[in-house]
Structure formats: C-alpha cells, structure tokens
C-alpha cells in the first residue's frame, strides 16, 4: 500500500473536503482519501503508486493547489 500527505492551499470548510475526498476517490489506485480543512492537510492510501500529476491535474481544476515543500 502506498501513502502519501499533502498540504493543499484553499480548503476552507467541510464542503472542501467533500469535493476533494469524491473527486480523488474517482482515481481507480485510491483506496481512501482524508481531508482536515483546518490543518489543510489531504491523506491518501492507494494500491498501487500514486499518480501525482493526476492528483496536481484535479486538485487544480477544483481550485487548490499543492504546497509544494
């Protein structure tokens, strides 16, 4: 299983995260997504690597962005 974390800039409230966690739960290799919009903090386990120009691609179309470290 792989996992990653990810700060993304923009998530504000519940409905944030809802619109995160259902749009990267239509990737075929995520098992779970988790969202905190008060620490701006995604959590994604998948069964196989995870795509992160995919995961950067919707994140973008739904108007976050990834901080990059």
């Keep these: ?4 974390n990810l700060k ?3 998530m504000h ?3 944030c995260e809802n619109r995160i966690k259902n749009a990267l ?6 098992i779970e ?8 903090m ?7 690597d995870i795509n992160m120009e995919k995961i950067k ?3 973008d179309d739904l108007g976050f962005e990834i901080e990059e470290n």
């Excluded at 299983?1 to 990653?4: A, L, P, Q, S, Y």
């Design 1 to 4: 299983m792989k996992e990653t």
């Design 42 to 48: 995604v959590y994604i386990k998948a069964n196989k």
């Design 33 to 40: 997504v988790k969202a905190n919009h008060i620490d701006g």
């Design 8 to 10: 993304v800039i923009g």
């Design 25 to 30: 739960n239509s990737m075929e290799e995520i």
């Design 13 to 15: 409230c519940e409905g």
């Design 57 to 59: 691609e919707i994140l």
